[in-house]
């Protein structure tokens, strides 16, 4: 008769059998499983919910970026690429819209910094876009907590149709109606507010004829 193995032996023996057998359900047949129905049920959101235009994926509806002019000279990292006003814009982003590296400035609501930025920013929206400072939304100032986001609240949105409008030789109704059309409710009818999805608005916009 064969001698026993060690206590010590037979439980690594088993914990071994225990991660090999988890191994293949958790980190190989459950991913697989979940991969599959998301593909089949929810394809656009698994896929990124990626924006096409001109059969070209051009963003994705939860990522906000930037519409900006060309600069003058595309290797001078100095230069601040300044906003197109052919396009409606995003708000402010601590980040520069760039998706590998969302958060906020963290700066504290008596930074003088950030009191600053607002002031400059409340300025130059306000003469970009023709209207009074005061009248400026907050939206416009401040980046949302991601840096990421791709809405705006209703009243930048429309701060923005007149300047469009002209820009684009299009009636205001025309890009009213858009706003209005890419205008998305509240989180299950009750939380936040109403906003714009800027990247979904600017991609019918640039259908227009």
């Known amino acids: ?21 988890l191994t293949v359900i958790l980190g190989i047949a459950y991913p697989l499983l979940v991969t599959g129905i998301s593909q089949v049920a929810f394809s656009d959101k698994a896929n990124g919910s990626m924006v096409s235009a001109d059969g070209k994926n051009v963003g ?31 708000r402010p982003s601590a980040n520069g ?50 840096s990421l986001d791709p809405h705006i609240s209703v009243a930048y949105a429309k701060e923005q149709v007149k300047r469009v409008s002209e820009k684009r030789n299009l009636p205001q109704d025309t890009v009213t109606k858009l706003v209005e059309k890419y205008t ?15 990247v979904l608005l600017n991609r019918a916009l640039g259908e227009q004829k």
């Open 184 to 198: 998305e409710g509240r989180s299950l009818g009750f939380l936040g507010n109403e906003g714009v999805n800027v």
């Open 1 to 21: 008769m064969s001698k026993p193995l060690p206590t010590a032996v037979r439980t690594h023996f088993t914990a071994l059998r225990a991660l090999l057998v």
């Open 60 to 90: 994705s509806s939860l990522l906000g970026q930037n519409y900006n002019l060309p600069k003058k000279d595309p290797n001078d990292k100095n230069e601040e690429a300044q906003p197109d006003p052919q396009w409606f814009q995003p």
């Open 97 to 146: 819209y760039a998706g590998d590296n969302s958060g906020a400035s963290n700066l504290g609501p008596n930074s003088e910094d950030l009191l600053k930025a607002v002031d400059d920013r409340r300025k130059a929206v306000a003469e970009f876009d023709g209207v009074d400072p005061a009248s400026v939304p907050a939206d416009a100032l401040t980046a949302s907590g991601s």
